[in-house]
């Protein structure tokens, strides 16, 4: 009897950690939400100070496991290339045990005009910098976004599609995709507004896992 009862404690013990262990990981083809707020102030002519917050929710958007505070410096080459340095701080984790992480970053992104069409090539080089057992990490991100020529409703709401990879260059692997689909429009004249669908791919011990987002955007001008 003492016997069943030391397996039947240890069984339940194993169910309730297996169970414990899903719950901490988000599943493949989990739908996720982010929301990012921005803020934008032109400075002198070209140059440009823009901020970032992001938040994102996991686990069926039931969960915020990361967030995001961001500031920069920016100059316009007229329209055809913009060019930045940044800096951001990031807490995440599940569950609320948040990691912080320090990440500064440049950015160039060469723009050209097809038939009307708006197509920006966006090149970013972070380092991505930790305070615990994780290594720091140099990453290349490119990210391709072709803007709709078309504009609806007053709104002027602008379809475009995107794809951005992520490579770690210590490693020369590519370990991440982001393909995103949304409109902007404009709120007001100086406040617009981004809704989009991305779907994110990761490879992590050889494994591919997706994530369905619904990201919701607000920038305001200033």
Known sequence: MRNKRTMSLITAAFLLAAFNAKAYAYQDGD????????????????????LE????????????YYQHYEIGITYDFGKSLTVGAFYRQIYEGEKGKFKPEYRPHIDATPKWDIYGFRLENRNRLDYRLHDDNRADRLQYRNRVTLKSPWKFTPLNIQPYVQNEIFVWLDSVAFYRDRFDAGVSFDILKEIKGDVYYRLQSTKKSGRWTDHNILGLKLKVLF
Do not use: C, M, V
């Open 31 to 50: 739908f996720q939400i982010w929301h990012t707020e921005a803020q934008e102030f032109n400075l002198k002519k070209g140059w440009k100070r823009p």
């Open 53 to 64: 917050e992001e938040f994102r929710y996991g686990d069926s958007a039931s969960e915020l």
